[in-house]
């Protein structure tokens, strides 16, 4: 079949890795890994970090959502050598001394069910709000539009932010 | 101050129990679990959506270094078939594949990528059929037979009265046909876990399902191994939706487990979810209505044509529930609904929140809006003279629990901010954007209905630790099934939070409870501590007060232990004492029961109903044809509410699910293949797309007399949004849009046709 006969061409992963040291929630890592490994198999494999979530790895959902140097990113789009000599922030760096007031609010609030977006969606609005003290609907709405819920329809989430604003 | 308008008269926070480690990420979903030595499993999909395999050839992708089992259809022991009402879908295709989703053989490896290329290094030789993409051209009698039995997977019919008379005597008669898409669960977690073989000889399933004790049954049989031999661990899930009911990955990852030894881990990505998950049944329903010029219905006739895709699940089941509710809450003296079930091979459609009502209910409530326009008279006045009073028979003439349900969506719907504030309804962004509002309401049946095994069971103990252990044999998958049973345990039993342990979701700790479907969950949990509770803390005060000498009388149980009449600061004896009393016999109690069903033999007939009514306001731009929705309120009847934030998350997260079936839900298939294969182009809805304001209602009262308790709500809010935005559409721009997702092409084209004026003058 012309299938295979392309297949057969298809090299074996590759096999050369790359050293890079990033830090993680605060702590340094050195790692040897593939040039091209995803930042979010790193996370979930390498450091065993499985908050971070995969759901449908173009980068339209953001169940992966991490901060990278400050900025809100998909970390199934980044590669290693890309997060080569970064600072990352992932959801279990943000709850280390308890509670974020951000976790607080998502609990009293509905913010979740399944939890599955959950991670990413709550790094979002970590990084919403890194940007703006006081955001306004607008920005709201363009800070969560790349995070995908399907089981709240939103409105636990939007209390939730809502709670935060007003306090 | 955020410019949101959210309400509800849902009030009461508690703390959900898998709260903290959602939020902190400390929960491990099953596809988050690994294992010592385990390898990564693939499964590979068919090429074709309908071909005779020639040949597997398997050679090269075992000789590749790392790959440690590959699988074919030779290499399952017991029944290669799986399938909740009857097995017809392969585990592995033999000699012939149905869709784009059949699999035809998996592989375990090292890795994930090795298992990926050994995929592509299995040569199967296929030689392709012609393809059945439609199942009108299912049903032409030149079509390839896709079963044994040929293309018809089912057929259901109600009939009552003489519609053919009926229709002579009426004064006016609305014909249409209605289309529904193919819509897709879209749980944030695709399908996925580990199985691991146990040095005991035993298998444990760590995978996602919304019936441990079924998957359990179906492996037991393809593997050929006894059910004992099997522990499916099935909760938590990141979402289900009724996606996740029938077996998906397990059958896989057991095989390969088995033959390597080692734990596999299978999780699917995306697009391979999409290619083989299940989906909501496309249906295509003609319905034609006749009333009087008083506004009495007088005649109903539906035909429904269900496309079921390759294979059966609980494609029979789907069908009868739309048949069962195609007249919904209203009397009608002659209806005539006749179903059909497809098979195509198309993606399989199956069990999906809803279950046929939401197809049924679209094409109902189009039926009641034009009716009213054609009469004259206003769409809920109509409702309200066709509306079944409590006492009525159900849909298909059976006995029910008597429900005013219906009654009360509608008043409270008609008594609404959406259609009381008059200066909203006209208010426009801009002269090119149209505002309307529409209301529709919907009736659903809870639990597997008549004829149909609907166990249910729970079991109560007081465990070694003192903690009052609940045990029910069903599945966390957002839904907040374990925020319910901790506060119905607390209000039923008297402790507190920090008393109770639940297990839920694991087949060798928890009793049979059915499944975690059809809105059945929260309603059987509390029947059974309704049962379970009197000889429970019977036999704890009696304990309490043989310990401590005070007569029975004078005890009850509250926080902590068994406190007396004059207790005041702390219980007379704490439960771990009784614990400790107890020890060589263990207070346990379990009940086993059947969900309530009429006494009609009407195949899946319900007995226990709820309702919602909902209105919506959109904002149609008339240069794009977006459609916006503006505004959402529902009301809801389904008995007291257990778990208040839970009770508003289903009806909020329901009506936005059902406003992208709407306006943007389509898993597009061209001649059996998937055009949409990730989020990129099959777009569910974002914080973006969602109204800003929202208002739901809980109508808590049940008919005098009912002890039926709480309804589940999981499904209800999902049933009446899409027939209220397009009635809203209508209103808008006078466009009666029938086939969904609402095209915004449609809408361009419908208003340049009238050079936007008539929908001026037809708006009211």
Known sequence: ?167 | MVNFSYSSNLQGSFERPDGVDKVTANLKFLTDLSFPNMLYGKILRSVYPHAKIISISAKNAEELPGVRAVITSKDVPGLNRFGLIFPDQPVLCEDRVRYVGDAVAAVAAETEEIAEKALQLIEVEYEPLPVIDDPEKALLPSAPQLHPDGNILHQASYQKGNVEEAFQTCDFIVEETYELPRQMHAYMETEGGVIVPEKDGRITVYAGTQHGYKDRFQLARILDIPESKIRVVSSPMGGSFGGKDELNIQPYGALLAIKTGCPVKIHQSRRESVRSGLKRHPMKITMKTGASRSGKILAHQVRIIADTGAYATLGPAVLDFAVEHAAGPYIIRNVHVEGVSVYTNNGVAGEFRGFGGNQVTFALEGQMDRLAAKLGICPMELRKRNLRKADDPGPVGQEIAPTDGAAQVLKAISQSLLLNNKEKREESTSQWKKTGIGVAIAMHGGGLGFGRLDPAGGRISLNEEGKIEISFGFEEFGQGLLSVIEQLAIKEIGCSSNDIKITIGDTDCVPSSGSSTASRGTSMVWHALQRMKGPFKKRLLEKASQCTGVPVDQLYLGPSGIWSCESKTEPLITYQQIAYETKDDPIQIETEFHFPTTPHSIPGGHYLYSFAACAARVEVDVLTGIVRVKNLEQSVAAGPVIYPTGYLGQIEGGSVMALGYTLLEEALMEKGKYVTENFDSYLIPTINDIPLSMNITAIEDLYEGDEYGPRGVGEIGTVAVAPAIVKAIYDAIGLWVTKLPVSREEIVKAVNQREMKEWLTTKL
């Open chain 1, 1 to 167: 079949m012309a299938d295979n006969k392309i297949v057969e061409k298809i090299k074996s992963p590759l096999e050369e890795k790359i050293k890079i040291s990033l830090v993680v929630n605060g702590q340094e890592k050195e790692l040897l890994v593939n040039a091209t490994m995803r930042l979010a198999d790193i996370l979930r494999e390498e450091l065993q970090l499985t908050g971070t979530k995969v759901s449908c790895e173009i980068g339209r959902c953001g169940a992966c959502s991490v901060i990278m140097d400050g900025k809100l990113v998909n970390s199934c789009l980044v590669r290693a050598y890309q997060a080569n000599q970064k600072e990352i922030l992932t959801i279990e760096g943000l709850g280390m001394n308890g509670l974020h007031p951000i976790q607080k609010a998502f609990l009293e609030e509905g913010g979740f069910q399944c939890g599955y977006c959950t991670p990413g969606m709550i790094i979002a609005v970590k990084a919403l709000f890194d940007q703006y003290a006081n955001p306004t609907k607008e920005q709201i709405l363009e800070g969560l539009s790349g995070n995908l819920c399907r089981c709240t329809g939103y409105g636990g989430i939007i209390r939730a932010i809502q709670k935060l604003t007003e306090s």
